[in-house]
């Protein structure tokens, strides 16, 4: 599946964002979506995923509380609500997809397609 993230830019800390990542293809509901974060310098770190039919969400410890993350199958779209930004929220965010039986969902090797990512930058 290919994947296009949208939605980062340049936000005072307090605020909020809400990235998009849009699928192509016709087999999105079959994919856990998630989403992972890479600060410059830094290795990329677990987000949020989400199951396949958006009943159960996973969220890394520094991001319960202040991000949602919810899927449209509709329209193929993961979405990523952001409030409460700090700067060390300060990141390339990038979408990915896993097939539906992974497990290890809060780990990058379970994805197997990226998005190119997106710029978040919070301002203190």
């Known amino acids: 599946v290919q994947l296009q993230a949208s939605g980062g830019g340049l936000v005072q800390a307090g605020g909020s964002l809400r990235l998009s990542c849009a699928a192509s293809g016709r087999t999105f509901s079959s994919y856990i979506m998630g989403w992972f974060r890479q600060p410059l310098g830094k290795e990329r770190e677990f987000v949020a995923a989400?199951?396949?039919?958006?009943?159960?969400?996973y969220y890394g410890d520094s991001m319960k509380g202040r991000f949602t993350i919810s899927r449209d199958n509709a329209k193929n779209t993961v979405y990523l609500q952001m409030i409460t930004l700090k700067p060390e929220d300060t990141a390339v965010y990038y979408c990915a997809a896993a097939p539906g039986s992974s497990r290890l969902v809060t780990t990058t090797p379970a994805y197997r397609d990226w998005g190119q990512g997106t710029q978040v930058t919070v301002s203190s």
């Open positions: 989400i199951s396949m039919n958006g009943d159960t969400q």
